[in-house]
T-cell receptor, first 111, second 116 residues
Framework: QKEVEQNSGPLSVPEGAIASLNCTYS??????FFWYRQYSGKSPELIMF????GDKEDGRFTAQLNKASQYVSLLIRDSQPSDSATYLC???????????FGQGTRLTINP | GAVVSQHPSRVICKSGTSVKIECRSL??????MFWYRQFPKKSLMLMAT?????????EQGVEKDKFLINHASLTLSTLTVTSAHPEDSSFYIC????????????FGSGTRLTVV
């Protein structure tokens, strides 16, 4: 089992709708979780991080964490074509410095 | 805050030569830097973790003699691809972490290496 798993997609969402991206992780001791957005040919940029159970909102983005289910998600409200990118979930493994990345979900917002 | 500069952004080199990539933290002290490699349409693969003043820790399967990492100061880490071959062509990205918390995992802009 991979340490961090994401559905590779592609996920296609109409403009204005809510895009829902999911990520599961295997290390129950993981403490911190990150969502990055990566446009083609560019490096990842941090959208948000979360470390407490529940929801964390930042503008159109909401991260949701459920440690009991080892599940973290990212919701994008009012999706825009500019949100089309690959979204990477990353987990800070307990006791380690490094982030472990999922394979990424390719999201396409259709005008 | 938390800006990481990476140079060069693109480099083309001949097979057999060496290429150095620089990663600098501009407004914070990076106690730890990470080097990743990414193939097209694939996720990031961690190559090594470097802590200032000590030897880098390489991930399994990464040749330390081929990918030389130096982290001589709190603001600069370098990755040298030695005796480059076409299969080393890839997108190399650094990431830096300061001592200031979870938002310190910042990525550089990446370097597209093409070996011809």
């Amino acid at each position: 089992q991979k340490e961090v798993e994401q559905n590779s997609g592609p996920l296609s969402v109409p403009e204005g709708a809510i895009a829902s991206l999911n990520c599961t992780y295997s290390d129950r001791g993981s403490q911190s979780f990150f969502w990055y957005r990566q446009y083609s040919g560019k490096s990842p940029e941090l959208i948000m991080f979360i470390y407490s159970n529940g929801d964390k909102e930042d503008g159109r983005f909401t991260a949701q964490l459920n440690k009991a289910s080892q599940y973290v998600s990212l919701l994008i409200r009012d999706s825009q074509p500019s949100d089309s990118a690959t979204y990477l979930c990353a987990v800070l493994i307990q006791g380690a410095q490094k982030l472990v990345f999922g394979q990424g979900t390719r999201l396409t917002i259709n005008p | 805050g938390a800006v990481v500069s990476q140079h060069p952004s693109r480099v083309i080199c001949k097979s057999g030569t060496s290429v150095k990539i620089e990663c600098r933290s501009l407004d914070f002290q990076a106690t730890t830097m990470f080097w990743y490699r990414q193939f097209p349409k694939k996720s990031l693969m961690l190559m090594a973790t470097s802590n200032e003043g000590s030897k880098a820790t390489y991930e399994q399967g990464v040749e330390k003699d081929k990918f030389l990492i130096n982290h001589a100061s709190l603001t600069l880490s370098t990755l040298t691809v030695t005796s480059a071959h076409p299969e080393d062509s890839s997108f190399y990205i650094c990431s830096a972490r300061g001592s200031g918390g979870l938002d310190g995992y910042t990525f550089g802009s990446g370097t597209r290496l093409t070996v011809v």
